[in-house]
């Protein structure tokens, strides 16, 4: 049995996030000693590392509660699982995709200026308020 200290302790997740999960239903609710403090088994350090493990991966709380339910079933095709993983795969990619953009147009946006001109004269801060040309340049 564990005390919530030492799920958080073992998980690295802080104890209100416990909590949180707990409200939410991706963790059970656990037993209480007669003082009221909560006792964990070892099957709620394995579900909240599996939770932290998917949240370390950027995985919604709803895709968290999908996987959840389908590990329930472990004798199920794996397809819903690996299609939630397909999905957040191309989120990532997307996201990733989008910070090249932005890394791209702060490239341009630094390179306008040596920093060597006034503030009025500052191409960096002519480029942030002309939002038509950094659209444009995509």
Same mark, same amino acid.
């Given at each position: 049995?564990? /005390?919530? !200290? +030492?799920? /958080? $302790?073992?998980?690295?997740?802080?104890?209100?996030?416990?909590?949180?999960?707990?409200?939410?239903?991706?963790?059970?609710?656990?037993?209480?000693?007669?003082?009221?403090?909560?006792?964990?088994?070892? /099957?709620?350090?394995?579900?909240? /590392?599996?939770?932290?493990?998917?949240? +370390?991966?950027?995985?919604?709380? #709803?895709?968290?509660?999908?996987?959840?339910?389908?590990?329930?079933?472990? @004798? $199920?095709?794996?397809? *819903?699982? *690996?299609?939630?993983?397909? #999905?957040?795969?191309?989120?990532?990619?997307?996201?990733?995709?989008?910070?090249?953009?932005?890394?791209?147009?702060?490239?341009?946006?630094?390179?306008?200026? *040596?920093?060597?001109?006034?503030? !009025? @004269?500052?191409?960096?801060?002519?480029?942030?308020? +002309?939002?038509?040309?950094?659209?444009? @340049?995509?």
């Amino acid at each position: 049995m564990y /005390s919530i !200290g +030492d799920l /958080s $302790r073992r998980t690295g997740v802080k104890v209100p996030t416990i909590r949180y999960y707990e409200q939410t239903g991706l963790m059970t609710a656990p037993d209480r000693t007669v003082g009221n403090q909560r006792r964990y088994e070892a /099957s709620d350090l394995e579900r909240l /590392s599996f939770i932290r493990h998917a949240r +370390d991966l950027g995985l919604s709380i #709803e895709a968290i509660r999908e996987l959840i339910a389908l590990a329930a079933h472990p @004798e $199920r095709p794996c397809a *819903d699982a *690996d299609r939630i993983a397909a #999905e957040h795969l191309a989120d990532v990619r997307e996201k990733i995709a989008r910070l090249k953009r932005l890394e791209h147009e702060l490239e341009r946006v630094v390179s306008l200026c *040596d920093g060597n001109h006034t503030l !009025g @004269e500052c191409q960096v801060i002519r480029s942030l308020s +002309d939002h038509g040309l950094c659209e444009s @340049e995509h």
